[in-house]
Nanobody, 121 residues
C-alpha cells in the first residue's frame, strides 16, 4: 500500500516563505513524475510544479521565479519551496506521484491528503 504523506503547510504573512514536503511510503519499485497541485475555494485543482525522474521541471506561470520544486530520490520525497508568497497562493496543496510498486506492474497515480496554505495580506 503506497501513501503520500505531506507536511509543511500553515498560515503565513504575504512575502514570507514556506516549504512543503511529500514523502512516498510503502511498497515502491520506482517513482516517475512527481508534482504539486493546488485547489483554492471555488476553483478547480491546478498544476503548480512538476518534476520528472530525470529532473525535468515545469512551473505554472503564476509561480515562476517564486517557487522551486525539488526531489530526493533516495528518500522518495518531493519538496516545494515557496518564497514571496501572495494571498492568491492560498489553497490546499496536493502532492501527486506516478509510482510503480513492482517490476511487473503498471504505474499508478497517487495523491496526498492535502496540506492547507493560507497567506494573509
Amino acid at each position: 500500500q503506497v501513501q503520500l504523506v505531506e507536511s509543511g503547510g500553515g498560515l503565513v504573512q504575504a512575502g514570507r516563505s514556506l516549504k512543503l514536503s511529500c514523502a512516498a511510503v510503502g511498497k515502491i519499485f520506482s517513482i516517475n513524475a512527481m508534482g504539486w497541485y493546488r485547489q483554492a475555494p471555488g476553483n478547480q485543482r491546478e498544476s503548480v510544479a512538476t518534476i520528472t525522474s530525470g529532473g525535468a521541471i515545469n512551473y505554472a506561470d503564476s509561480v515562476k521565479g517564486r517557487f522551486t520544486i525539488s526531489r530526493d530520490n533516495a528518500k522518495n520525497t518531493v519538496y516545494l519551496q515557496m518564497n514571496s508568497l501572495k494571498p492568491e497562493d492560498t489553497a490546499v496543496y496536493y502532492c501527486k506521484a506516478d509510482i510503480t510498486e513492482t517490476s511487473t506492474t503498471w504505474a499508478s497515480i497517487y495523491w496526498g491528503q492535502g496540506t492547507r496554505v493560507t497567506v494573509s495580506s
